[in-house]
DNA sequence: ACATCATTTTGTTATTATGCCAAATATCAC
DNA sequence: GTGATATTTGGCATAATAACAAAATGATGT
């Protein structure tokens, strides 16, 4: 399995069920530590698992509905599955919703 | 009830529970729509009512959990509540994660 | 083939989210 | 105040999510 960086079917426009989709796969506290520890380089499931007070099995689940998301992307290697960002870019959505949440207005 | 545009105590890094608030909020395809109608401009409850096939108490408490998230406000005037988003710049965060997802890569 | 290790899947239960209806609230016009 | 209009809230049913434990999978080493 050899990584790659391309441009593909899904750069049309997405559909507002595909973006709920992602906003509901970075709406858990759990799945956010995930995306942000991955931003710092991939990790093994065990990696994962030190960082969290849960079953294996529930991170697995969560990683899961990443994956499902198009938000990350793992690879077997040996007795551990790696898991990384498919995008280390998603960290800017982060800074900009922290920098739109910063400046709002209230009625 | 004045309408002020100001930096505030929410400023400071947002918690990742917060995040995961906003992220919540933003995780269901109605409310999607309501942010992106409202990125058009203020509208009242009237007015988005007729853009879905859902009862207004339904809509009443979509539009509570973006408000509780701090993507909303509502003002009421007269006999209608209208509602506006907080920054309108929430919807950067949509062309971002469209960018993000868009450039992916695959394991 | 067998045992081991890392991870995923299945089954089950508890919690939370969603949606409708009906009741409550608030404003406006008379 | 009464009635009409606009919206929110409470109550309840159903669906979706989250968590754990146990069983299943799949690669590795012997």
Redesign the interface.
């Known amino acids: ?1 050899k ?6 079917a ?2 049309r ?2 559909t ?9 796969a ?4 759990t799945r ?2 995930i995306v ?1 520890r991955l931003a710092k380089g991939e990790a093994c499931v065990c990696d994962l698992l030190e960082m969290f007070d849960i079953d294996m099995s529930t991170l697995s689940r969560h990683l899961s509905v990443l994956r499902n998301a ?1 938000l990350v ?3 077997k290697r040996g007795k551990n599955v790696f898991y ?1 960002l ?2 280390p ?2 960290l ?3 800074d ?12």
């Open positions: 399995m990584r790659v960086t391309r441009k593909t899904a750069c426009k997405m507002v069920k595909e973006k709920a989709q992602v906003f509901k970075l709406s858990h506290v956010l530590q942000q198009g992307f793992d690879e990384d498919t995008c870019c998603i800017d959505l982060f900009c919703m922290e920098e739109a949440m910063c400046q709002r207005r209230y009625g």
